[in-house]
Nanobody, 124 residues
Framework: VQLQASGGGLVQAGASLRLSCEAS????????ISWFRQAPGKEREFVAA????????FYADSVKGRFTISRDNAKNAAYLQMNSLKPEDTAVYFC??????????????????WGQGTLVTVSS
């Protein structure tokens, strides 16, 4: 699976952005899709995940209620709608695909395929 992340940019605090992750290659619907982010000088951290169905999603506490992950298997795409952005959301955002079990769905090592990252910068 090849992944291409896009949609990042520079926005002010309180604004919204929608990130996209387009996939090509093997059966997209077979994989869970997650978003991770990495801020300068910090480790990569889990943001959100969606299993094969949009009815099963997971979020980091720091984004719960502000971010929404979704996927469209017919379009081989996943999305991260980010609302009420804060300066601390500034990071490079990566989408990832894999087949983690529930207990490892927030773990980056559980994912086999990664996109190149898209930069989100939130100014105060």
């Amino acid at each position: 699976v090849q992944l291409q992340a896009s949609g990042g940019g520079l926005v002010q605090a309180g604004a919204s952005l929608r990130l996209s992750c387009e996939a090509s290659g093997r059966a997209f619907s077979d994989y869970a899709i997650s978003w991770f982010r990495q801020a300068p000088g910090k480790e990569r951290e889990f943001v959100a995940a969606v299993r094969w169905s949009n009815s099963v999603t997971f979020y980091a506490d720091s984004v719960k209620g502000r971010f929404t992950i979704s996927r469209d298997n017919a379009k081989n795409a996943a999305y991260l709608q980010m609302n009420s952005l804060k300066p601390e959301d500034t990071a490079v955002y990566f989408c990832a695909a894999g087949r983690p079990i529930v207990s490892t769905i927030r773990t980056s090592s559980a994912y086999n395929y990664w996109g190149q990252g898209t930069l989100v910068t939130v100014s105060s």
